[in-house]
């Protein structure tokens, strides 16, 4: 595949399975597609979201609403200049912040929020490990509420943050897919704001992976786009 240039405006991410495309119509609100320098579309690829912009793609895709288990990667590498006290989303499945799940990054960590919308609430992980600077990220976020404990999963290049969580996410309802977006009614705001740099990569898994699973995705994922060990 080639570019006129070295970047062009996305209107349609494509999904592997066919039928869950991840698209904006908006000129203004659609990420980059960027090649490193080069017209071809090849390894070096990424999608470059500009928070200034209100950037981001959204899909109908959803997880099953009679099971919360769920499982979410990205490849992901954050601006230098995001705001130290800003949040910025990364993967949403949620109307508002209590109505369903999401991924988004803020000083300079990650964050996975699951939320229960019949009474309002959502409890929150913060990884451990931080965004690197100047580096791509892996993202590895899920949830299994058939467990007795540590439910609720984030793991961030190569090291695990778990912790208790029974939320119970389809108890009400929840938004569809947005990828650099917090949820599906947000507009770029003060404070809540889309993505700000580069996705690589989104992968979404309607199970939680086992420990083993999970670090064997992280590794094979690391391989592909050359991420940096911790």
Known sequence: ????????L?????????SYNAT?????????LRTGGSTTVG?????????????YLASTFSHSNTDDTRTQLAVVQVNSSVHATDFYGLIGNRYYQPYGTEIY???GYYYWSIGQASD??????????G??????????ASYEPSLSTNEQKIRVNQTLTQGDCTKDVNAWTYGPLQIGRRWAYQSDGATDRT????IYEVVLWATALSSTDAAAAETNTMSQFSIAEW
């Open 24 to 32: 904006n119509s908006t000129a203004a609100k659609q990420p980059s």
């Open 120 to 129: 309002n609430s959502y409890l929150e992980l913060t990884s451990s490990n």
């Open 10 to 18: 996305v209107t349609t991410w494509y999904d592997q399975v066919g």
């Open 195 to 198: 993505f700000y740099g580069n």
């Open 105 to 107: 990054y803020r000083n």
């Open 1 to 8: 595949a080639f570019l006129s240039g070295t970047e062009g």
């Open 131 to 140: 965004a690197r600077a100047g580096q791509k990220d892996i993202v590895i």
């Open 43 to 55: 390894t070096s690829v990424e999608l470059q979201f500009t928070n200034s912009s209100n950037q």
